[in-house]
């Protein structure tokens, strides 16, 4: 019996390699936490992967002396040098404030028109289905995501984007990271150090999400070991040493 609604089937098995990506995230770091092990494995066999951020990252430190102007300068190169260690070939920067993002008709024009731009294979972004998620960015960016997927598809939805070379587009497949309900897993085991050294680029993130990893030996090595463990957690059901999980959708 055919499923009418394919958005919802389980795909235990990991994807062929794309031949494009589109990260959506909503903030400096938020990709190389949920995929960048996927990432860097498909960029090393010649996916192009485009790496999009919306925010400015301009809420992201505990520390006082860092004015405005510097924190967004600061994570947009912090950035950039993750997006090269995981071999990433395309960066896009919206710069939307920081701590104030909101799922308007404006983000998802936006992000509809970098889909339809891009033309990805595959597209990673936030669950904003998420339980209990309290940053209002990843619910905004996730589910501004969600809604510009559709828009993309179609070609009633923002026509004037398309009276040029762009195209409506429809991705093979959307994995949502930081999911309730998982059911499609990547092995990153040959490909995790990559994600530690993408995410280590992060290093004013350091004190925030990482336990002083910036710091000293002793504290990069247990937010490593950290990383580790739930990645090794996320390959048991697969039976990969290491894996990043994901909920997969048919868009």
Known sequence: MTNLYSELDSHNKQLPRP?????????????EFGAGGTLAKWASDGT??????????SKGTWDPSIGHEELVALRAAEQRAAATSLGAEEIVM?????????????????????????RPDVIFTH????????????????????????????????PEQL?????????????????????????????????V????????????????????GEASAAFVGRLRSRAADM???PKFALAEAFKRITP
């Open 235 to 237: 390959g048991m059901t």
């Open 19 to 31: 031949d494009r990506v589109l990260t959506i995230g909503a903030h400096p770091d938020d990709a």
């Open 48 to 57: 192009h992967v485009t790496m999009l951020v919306i925010s400015d990252g």
């Open 197 to 216: 050294e993408a995410l280590l680029e992060h290093s004013t993130q350091g004190p925030t999400t990482m336990g002083d990893a910036q710091t000293d």
């Open 163 to 195: 009276t040029g070379e762009l195209e409506k587009y429809r991705p093979s497949a959307v994995c949502l990271w930081s999911a309730d309900e998982l059911d499609h897993w990547e092995d990153i085991t040959q490909s995790f150090d990559t994600k």
């Open 94 to 118: 919206l710069e939307h404030t920081d701590g104030e993002l909101v799922n308007s008709l404006e983000l998802r024009t936006e992000l509809c028109y970098w889909i339809r731009s891009t």
């Open 127 to 158: 669950d904003p289905w998420k339980k209990y998620m309290l940053h209002p960015d990843h619910r905004a960016a996730g589910m501004a995501a969600i809604d510009a997927i559709v828009a993309a598809r179609d070609h009633l939805f923002f």
